[in-house]
């Protein structure tokens, strides 16, 4: 079975920075693609960022291009999203995703229960 | 980028009835890259289908997905109590990846 372990979020200030972590287990983890999907109190949900196997390919959303980096360590099996310049709209909860077997660009089949990311003064 | 539009954005039904969800792309959507998605209050999102049809592991049959271009629906032919949720559609294949904005089922 699939276990997704986030962590990493917390109470931050506008401007500040955060780091996610997801720990992962029941999966051969350098053969996924790892994805970080948000998700705003009431809202709707968001994709963020996304990361091949081997970490030679990322992508992230408009709204987070150049403020937040994601990376991996295989060794550890944990996929981590590092956000500077936090703004209010970033203030969600953050889910750590595996996409669908090798895709990319593809849909998100298992899903950590989330961290919360606070934005305020 | 693909925006998807959910409708209608609640749905009042009872147990047993069958809930009919729609999703639609504002541009063709290629090669059936079109997913579902169900999440329950305080819980995270579940995959139910991807490839516009296929069932995830452990979904029930009662789920269907169809479509094609730009419009795909999500069925469930007898809702069973748990059923009732808010459900996603997400379109991939190409970035940005992107989420309808949901359709609340809720018991009548």
């Known amino acids: 079975e699939v276990q997704l372990l986030e962590s990493g979020g917390g109470l931050v200030q506008p401007g500040g920075s955060l780091k996610l972590s997801c720990a992962a287990s029941?999966?051969?983890?350098?053969?996924?693609?790892m994805s970080w999907v948000r998700q705003a109190p009431g809202k709707g949900l968001e994709w963020v960022s996304s990361?091949?196997?081997?970490?030679?390919?990322?992508d992230y959303a408009a709204s987070v291009m150049g403020r937040f980096t994601i990376s991996r360590d295989n060794s550890k099996n944990t996929v981590y999203l590092q956000m500077n310049s936090l703004r209010g709209d970033d203030a969600a909860f953050y889910y750590c995703t595996v996409v669908g077997s090798g895709w990319f660009e593809g849909w998100f089949q298992n899903w950590g229960q989330g961290t919360l990311v606070t934005v305020s003064s | 980028e693909i925006v998807l539009t959910q409708s209608p954005g609640t749905l009042s039904l009872s147990p047993g009835e069958r809930a009919t969800l729609s999703c639609r792309a504002s541009?063709?959507?290629?090669?059936?890259?079109l997913a579902w998605y169900q999440q329950k209050p305080g819980q995270a999102p579940r995959l139910l289908i991807y490839?516009?049809?296929s069932r995830a592991t452990g979904i029930p049959d009662r789920f269907s997905g169809s479509g094609s271009g730009k419009d795909f629906t999500l069925t469930v032919s007898r809702l069973e109590p748990e059923d009732f949720a808010v459900y996603y559609c997400?379109?991939?294949?190409?970035?940005?990846?992107?989420f309808g904005g949901g359709t609340k089922v809720e018991i009548k």
């Open positions: 997400q379109h991939y294949g190409s970035s940005p990846l992107t």
């Open positions: 990361i091949s196997g081997f970490g030679g390919r990322t």
């Open positions: 490839g516009v049809s």
């Open positions: 541009q063709s959507v290629s090669n059936s890259y």
């Open positions: 029941g999966l051969t983890f350098n053969t996924y693609t």
